[in-house]
């Protein structure tokens, strides 16, 4: 079979997919949905930074990756057929990273492998990395998933393709075999300080994006609603802080100095020292800097808030809810009473430096019901401006 796949000159050629999210006809008639997504913040449109990262991991280790955005770009499935013909990927990856991605994911991978048959496709992202037989039994045009990071992952599968490896012994995957559906051994989370720079030139249309910068990589909280510390397996990596300074000084060489910048993570400042750290080391640098992030109220942000005056355009909190009973519901925390004293504390404390704050908040949870989204919206009220 692996023969099939392999063709010599491909060994090289990779592409990366991110789809739409619902397509507006689910049975192919009608064209798919051309919303873009746009960034908080101006007149940016958003990277899918994990194919961004991992693109640019590929292109260190000689492997060449192209990403179709198909969003930013406009892509309908025959531009991507064309897309695929042109570059003759031996390997293609698409993320699927959100249930409304669940759908196009499966169109896309099955419209490639009927017009190109012996092309591997793997599908990953924190969706459907849950949904690994699901997705596997659903569509024949998937021959993996990847139900982990995808860095070591995917130059394994190169390996594979080249005939150096078997696929039962690419960490990180699930694959169909004579019927049953087969899980390697997990893929382990390389140093993400290795991962820098990104290069933001190989992503389609850069200069419209807003760049991002990865501070960590999973979380230790348990939230019922979120899928990232099953992902990551409750555990979190940080970056140095002097990798993060590179990182700002890296996106402030390719973009210029005021452009908004995206810390991605979790929870800014989980880790105080290197937070403090980094943030001091920015002032002293003195860039004209726009950064934006998200934390929890309960975060140690008190260590190093005084540092974050004029250099954040806006914090992000990830309250949501302002009802004691649907946070319990959620494991948001153990202590709901104190959560929200906290959340007041926070709010006022980012206003008075003049840093703007945004907050999550999700409606209709499991057991949410008129007094709890009530309970909610007095929080709102009663904390805004």
Known sequence: ??????????????????????????????????????????????????????????????????????????LDERAVVKQVYDIDPALVGISCPSALN????????????????????????????????????????IDAVCYGEGEITMLQLCEYLRGKRKLSDVKGIAFKHKGRILYTEPSVGLDINALSPIDYTIYPHWKECIPLIEESRGCPYRCEFCSNS???????????????INDVHNAVQIYGEGVPIVIM???FGLNPMFAKKFLR???RLGYDLRLLAS???????????????????????????????????????????????????????????????????????????????????????????
Request: glycine share 6%; hydrophobic share 40%; net charge positive.
């Open 1 to 74: 079979m692996r023969s099939t796949w392999w063709r010599i000159g491909q060994m090289t050629r990779i592409i990366l997919i991110n789809p739409y999210i619902f397509p507006k006809d689910i049975r192919g008639r009608g064209r798919w949905d051309s919303q873009r997504p746009v960034s908080p913040i101006g007149p940016y449109k958003v990277m899918n930074f994990g194919l961004l990262s991992l693109a640019s991991f590929l292109q260190k280790h000689d492997l060449e990756a192209h990403i179709l955005d198909l969003y930013i770009e406009g």
């Open 102 to 141: 669940y759908v196009p994911t499966l169109r896309i991978a099955k419209v490639i492998k009927e017009v190109k048959p012996d092309t591997f496709i793997v599908v990953g992202g924190q969706h459907i990395a849950f949904l690994s037989e699901v997705a596997l039994r659903e569509c024949s045009g």
């Open 230 to 244: 099953n992902f990551y397996n409750a555990k979190i990596r940080f970056k140095r802080p002097e990798t993060l």
């Open 265 to 267: 993570c979790s929870t």
């Open 281 to 283: 080391e920015l002032k």
């Open 295 to 385: 934390t929890r109220v309960d975060a140690p942000w008190r260590f190093f808030i005084n540092y974050m005056d004029g250099l954040f355009d806006q914090i992000r909190f990830g309250l949501e809810s302002g009802s004691p009973l649907m946070l319990q519901l959620m494991n948001k925390t153990a202590s709901p009473t104190t959560y929200l004293r906290l959340a007041e504390k926070a709010f006022r404390e980012f206003k008075s430096r003049e840093i703007p704050v945004m907050v999550n908040i999700i409606l209709g949870y499991c057991g949410e019901n008129p007094e709890t989204l009530m309970q909610s919206l007095r929080f709102l009220i009663k904390n805004k401006g």
